[in-house]
């Protein structure tokens, strides 16, 4: 495991627009216009963009997956109180601040991307409540965990959605400052909601 920093990129006479900044500037213009995002007609009406954390560099792990975990399935509660059906895929290690996490990825048949549902310090004060999302790339046993891309499920912006909440296992005790920060909406996170038909409610624009 090691955890990746670098530079900005520089133009001359100004900097360039990172990929992240690119990233976050879309989904900005799909959660406020499209009709398929999370948003209410009314809550696009008023839409000033997402809250983000600074780029932090520190947050970008490049690690091997442990695979030594244990198998069988992981049923997640839902928000509505339902059940999503995963399986363990493999572990990784990190530091935050000098202090060791762990989490487990998710695989599932409905994706070829693995799942890491997360909560961590800042859950339920600066983000959102029930926790957050990462959908990762693997290759091999080789992963690359960017937190900055760490997003709320849908459930935090529309309580007609309904979203799994991270197991126990992927309850963190650092702060991971990085992604998504809480919309003002659902600050402190939501215990019940309704389900959109056929949704899981963590898909990422």
């Not at 839409?47 to 520190?58: Q, S, V, W």
């Not at 990462?134 to 080789?142: A, F, N, R, Y």
């Not at 005790?173 to 998504?180: K, L, M, N, S």
């Amino acid at each position: 495991m090691r955890n990746v920093s670098g530079s900005d990129a520089i133009g001359v006479g100004m900097r360039k627009v990172s990929e992240l900044e690119s990233f976050r500037a879309a989904k900005n213009d799909f959660y406020a216009e499209d009709d398929r995002a999370p948003l209410t007609p009314e809550q696009q009406r008023g839409f000033k963009g997402l809250a983000y954390f600074p780029e932090n560099k520190a947050l970008i792990i490049e690690a091997r997956i442990d695979r030594q975990v244990q198998p069988g399935i992981v049923r997640m509660e839902t928000t509505k109180g339902e059940q999503q059906e995963y399986r363990r895929y493999g572990l990784v290690r990190f530091e935050v601040e000098g202090r060791p996490a762990q989490v487990t990825l998710y695989a599932t048949e409905r994706s070829h991307n693995l799942f890491l549902p997360f909560r961590d310090a800042t859950s339920g004060k600066e983000t959102y409540g029930a926790g957050r999302y990462l959908d990762l790339h693997v290759h091999g046993d080789e992963v690359l965990v960017d937190f900055n891309y760490a997003y709320n499920p849908n459930c935090a912006y529309n309580p007609d959605w309904s979203c799994p909440l991270p197991p126990a296992e992927n309850w963190l005790q650092v702060p991971i400052r990085a992604g998504e920060m809480a919309f003002p909406d659902h600050a402190s996170g939501s215990e019940h909601t309704h389900q959109r038909a056929g949704d899981s409610g963590r898909s990422r624009a």
